[in-house]
């Protein structure tokens, strides 16, 4: 588990963190912009991840943006985040095609000097 994602702050240090009350994370997490981890005994447990995203939900909302916008907003860069990792790997592959197709034409290419045949041009016509 990524350092980043460990739950390891409680409601209190998390709102006191991202500059928010407490009631606040709670509304967050109703709306579906958190999601923070679980105790056994159900009290919530929030990582450096959640208090970023507490910062970037701040931020939205400053701008103007409604918690159903933000959500949107959220929404859409979480897309784009996977996108960027798909097409990086699409050109990951595509490129070890490519070699991998040279590869083969290097292999199965047969140098002029060493052809059984050598070709003339004829005459043209």
């Known amino acids: 588990?990524?350092?980043?994602?460990?739950?390891?702050?409680?409601?209190s240090v998390a709102?006191?963190?991202a500059g928010v009350h407490p009631q606040t994370l709670r509304?967050?997490?109703?709306k579906g912009l958190l999601d923070p981890a679980r105790t056994v005994g159900g009290?919530?447990?929030?990582?450096?991840?959640?208090?970023?995203?507490l910062q970037r939900i701040q931020d939205l909302t400053t701008a103007g943006l409604n918690l159903e916008?933000?959500?949107?907003?959220?929404?859409l860069e979480a897309e784009v985040e996977r996108l960027r990792t798909?097409?990086?790997?699409?050109?990951?592959?595509?490129?070890?095609?490519?070699?991998?197709t040279h590869r083969k034409y290097r292999r199965d290419l047969v140098p002029l000097k060493n052809s059984p045949a050598r070709?003339?041009?004829g005459p043209r016509r």
């Open 69 to 75: 916008g933000v959500r949107r907003v959220l929404e």
């Open 119 to 121: 070709w003339l041009p």
């Open 43 to 53: 009290s919530r447990r929030y990582s450096e991840y959640d208090i970023a995203q």
């Open 1 to 11: 588990m990524d350092d980043d994602q460990r739950a390891l702050y409680i409601i």
């Open 15 to 17: 709102a006191e963190l």
């Open 86 to 100: 798909e097409l990086q790997d699409v050109r990951r592959q595509a490129a070890e095609d490519v070699e991998r």
């Open 27 to 30: 509304i967050y997490e109703r």
